[in-house]
Nanobody, 124 residues
């Protein structure tokens, strides 16, 4: 079992930055691929980014590539999402997720554990 708790999101102006963190319980954090997803009102949950066990490989949705950076610290059981150059269309509830498989997925149904979500609002 893995429990995930995201940090508070927030309200930021367009062009600003925000860093989310997600703390995981359990001793096997380093054996999980970690991902970030987001869900805007009236839309389906969408993939944002993922990171491999060691942090050596990262994957991004085209919409955030070059602006967002995912990273992890296995010693602290924490995964991060650094968000720069934020846009109003980045407004959503952001979720971290854990996948106990050998590769990442952009499909939310393929993740085993989820955080409670945190609201990020970008004003224009």
């Amino acid at each position: 079992q893995v429990q995930l708790v995201e940090s508070a999101g927030g309200l930021v102006q367009a062009g600003g930055s925000l860093r989310l963190s997600c703390a995981a319980s359990g001793r096997t954090f380093s054996s999980y691929y970690m991902g970030w997803f987001r869900q805007a009102p009236g839309k389906e949950r969408e993939f944002v980014a993922a990171i491999s066990w060691s942090g050596g490989s990262t994957y991004y949705a085209d919409s955030v590539k070059g602006r967002f950076t995912i990273s992890r610290d296995n010693a602290k059981n924490t995964v991060y999402l650094q968000m720069n150059s934020l846009k109003p269309e980045d407004t959503a509830v952001y979720y971290c997720a854990a996948r106990g498989r050998t590769y990442y997925s952009i499909d939310a149904d393929k993740y085993d554990y989820w955080g409670q979500g945190t609201q990020v609002t970008v004003s224009s």
